[in-house]
């Protein structure tokens, strides 16, 4: 059974570091675009960081730019979200998502609707 499963969320003091991780099992990294999704309590989903197919490209929100970086582990079959310098507008579930990357092993996207896997979401709060 193909299953994207997020870890790595908690409860943090505004200024400190996260890093999630987003484990994939039944799918192969480089048929696949990873983004990394974002939802506020009252707020829609938000796109914060998508690393292309190919691992080449990645992009960010202008919210975190500067602050998260994303990676990934082809070994592990394991994308990463690191989160530095953490606000507490940062709070939010996060969720991870695949895009089939097809013939476009580069394109890198924060649109939600592209997207055709999802994981559960794991849940961080920023707060003193």
């Known amino acids: 059974q193909s299953q994207v499963v997020e870890s790595g969320g908690g409860l943090v003091q505004p200024g400190g570091s996260l890093r999630l991780s987003c484990a994939l099992s039944g799918f192969q990294l480089p048929h696949y675009a990873t983004g990394w999704f974002r939802q506020a309590p009252g707020k829609e989903r938000e796109g914060v960081s998508c690393?292309?197919?190919?691992?080449?490209?990645?992009i960010y929100a202008d919210s975190v730019k500067g602050r998260f970086t994303i990676s990934r582990d082809r070994a592990k079959n394991t994308v990463y979200l690191q989160l530095n310098s953490l606000k507490p507008e940062d709070t939010a579930i996060y969720y991870c998502a695949l895009r089939r990357s097809g013939t476009q092993p580069t394109y890198v996207s924060l649109d939600d609707d592209e997207y055709d896997y999802w994981g559960q979401g794991t849940p961080v709060t920023v707060s003193s």
């Open positions: 690393i292309s197919a190919s691992g080449e490209r990645t």
